[in-house]
C-alpha cells in the first residue's frame, strides 16, 4: 500500500517542475533582430520639380451668426460647409467633442482660446435647438 502511494509522488512533482519553469519565447511575438539592409542604388533624374495644382473655389458659407467669421477662417482649411450642413441637429456637446477631435486629433491649427466661440457657433448655427 505504501508502495502504490509513493509511486505518483514523482510524476507529482516532475509535472510541479515543469510547471514551475519560465516559458519558452514564442518566436513570432519575439522582437526580430534587425536584418541588414541592402544598399539599393537611388537613381536620379535631376531635381524633382513642385506640382503647383488649384482647388475650385469654396462657393458655399456658413449659416449667418456670432462666430461665423472665425468658422470661415478656421474649418475651411480643412473641409467644406457641407460637413456642418449634412449633420442633424446635435446638442452643444456633440460640436465641442468634434471641435476638440478635430484639433487634438486630426492636427487642425485652432488656438485653445477659439474652440469655445467655435462650439457656441456651431451649436448654434447647427446645433439641436434645445
Not at 21 to 38: H, I, L
Not at 73 to 87: D, F, K
Amino acid at each position: 500500500m505504501k508502495f502504490s502511494l509513493l509511486l505518483p509522488l514523482p510524476l507529482v512533482l516532475l509535472a510541479t517542475f515543469a510547471l514551475a519553469q519560465p516559458p519558452a519565447e514564442n518566436p513570432v511575438s519575439a522582437p526580430a533582430a534587425a536584418a541588414p539592409q541592402a544598399a539599393v542604388p537611388i537613381q536620379s533624374g535631376g531635381p524633382s520639380t513642385p506640382r503647383k495644382f488649384e482647388l475650385p473655389p469654396e462657393t458655399g458659407t456658413y449659416r449667418p451668426g456670432d462666430g461665423v467669421a472665425m468658422a470661415q477662417a478656421l474649418c475651411l482649411t480643412c473641409h467644406s460647409t457641407e460637413y456642418c450642413e449634412m449633420q442633424p441637429p446635435l446638442p452643444a456637446k456633440y460640436w465641442e467633442a468634434t471641435v476638440k477631435k478635430m484639433k487634438e486629433k486630426f492636427g487642425a491649427t485652432l488656438p485653445d482660446e477659439s474652440i469655445a466661440p467655435l462650439v457656441k457657433y456651431l451649436s448654434t448655427a447647427y446645433g439641436k435647438k434645445e
